[in-house]
């Protein structure tokens, strides 16, 4: 069979993904785990609200996925700060906490250090902070924490069908799941198989098994206190995560390199450097303007490369009002150079933005007159 090239979107699975027994896992001492990163919230708040009556208070930063913040919305009061990833630290002057609030600190992706938040958290002992560490789970941030709890979603970065991940660095009693079934994960598993066999060059549509995706997505979003499935429970401490991390990182180093290297005045990193244990989620550009971006987009899809936007911010009914999150969510484009894959394919993705460029040059360029 021949093998079909293809980059990004959900992970598939392989049997190479498991390491040899015996080996040191990363994972938190005490944890406890539901089917998606939203359901450890939902289940959070019902341990933490004493007051049905009453929405406990909840602040998220302005750069952030809206879908996620839709859901939030429909249980918690949600403010606002500004936090944006082109800056180094979150605005605390738009923190504006009272006692007994919870707030949302995020590693926007994976690069960010926790020092600003812990100095911050030792004036405002009368709230109760939440980190993200969705973009990278084991970061030194995250394996440092002092925060009350810590969340992640773990199919993020991992090549697992479900899981959200809860713990608390203060040692506070962690909400536990209420349903012990995920539906959704048991479609999103076998579409993970299926694309294997697909991208091995079995005869197998796509279409099969992007239903499956879809309908997962689906039916995942609907479970707000579900547990993981028994099958992320049990291979995650299995996986070869710090493996994961070192090749995440030396494709992203790859791809940036080569982003400065040939110096496009269209396109620029997001970011270029980071400190030793972070991990990047992925390559992240940010273009002059968002037709820029979007063609961009289109053409690396038609060529078998699946960018993501992280994140789109046009859902109407949730906005951080934020004019700079707004425009910066217009011209981001998240790169995929994850685990997945090889320096070759890093190569061949650069070269591949290099040719839309040269392609595009007469329409790029009047579109910035």
């Not at 919870?102 to 100095?119: C, M, P, S, T, Y």
């Not at 909400?175 to 005869?203: D, H, I």
């Not at 450097?273 to 273009?287: A, E």
């Amino acid at each position: 069979m021949v093998k079909r090239w293809e980059i990004g979107s959900e992970f598939d699975w392989c049997n190479d993904f498991v390491m040899a027994s015996g080996s040191q896992t990363l994972l938190p001492e005490k944890y406890e785990l539901f089917s998606t990163g939203t359901a450890t919230l939902f289940a959070l708040e019902k341990l933490l609200n004493h007051k049905p009556e009453r929405r406990l208070r909840l602040h998220l930063p302005s750069f952030l996925c809206m879908h996620f913040a839709t859901k939030l919305k429909s249980i918690f009061e949600v403010h606002w700060y500004r936090d944006l990833p082109n800056q180094e630290s979150p605005d605390f002057n738009s923190l504006n906490t009272l006692p007994g609030d919870l707030v949302l600190a995020v590693n926007l992706f994976g690069i960010r250090e926790g020092k600003v938040w812990q100095d911050w958290l030792l004036d405002h002992d009368d709230i109760i902070l939440i980190e993200d560490h969705s973009h990278d789970p084991f970061s030194p941030w995250a394996s440092q924490s002092t925060a009350h709890y810590a969340i992640a979603s773990l199919r993020k970065t991992l090549p697992v069908p479900d899981g959200g991940m809860i713990w608390s660095p203060q040692n506070l009693q962690l909400p536990k799941p209420f349903s012990s079934k995920s539906f959704g994960a048991e479609k999103r598993l076998t579409a993970m198989l299926l694309k294997q066999a697909y991208l091995s060059g079995a005869n197998i549509s796509k279409d099969v098994y992007r239903q499956l995706e879809l309908e997962s997505d689906e039916e995942l979003d609907r479970e707000n206190n579900c547990a993981s499935s028994s099958f992320t429970a049990h291979i995650i401490s299995c996986l070869k995560i710090a493996e994961f991390r070192q090749s995440r990182e030396t494709n992203v180093r790859q791809f940036i390199n080569f982003i400065l290297t040939e110096r496009h005045s269209i396109l620029m990193p997001l970011f270029h450097s980071w400190n030793p244990g972070y991990v990047p989620l992925n390559s992240i550009i940010v273009c002059q303007s968002k037709d820029i971006r979007d063609s961009l987009r289109k053409y690396l899809i038609s060529q078998n490369i699946f960018p993501a936007i992280h994140w789109q911010q046009n859902i109407l009914e949730t906005s951080s009002n934020d004019p700079l999150a707004i425009d910066l969510s217009n011209r981001i484009l998240t790169i995929p150079t994850d685990q997945r894959y090889s320096l070759d394919d890093i190569a061949r993705i650069a070269t591949t933005i290099t040719e839309f460029l040269q392609t595009n040059d007469n329409t790029i360029a009047s579109s910035l007159i």
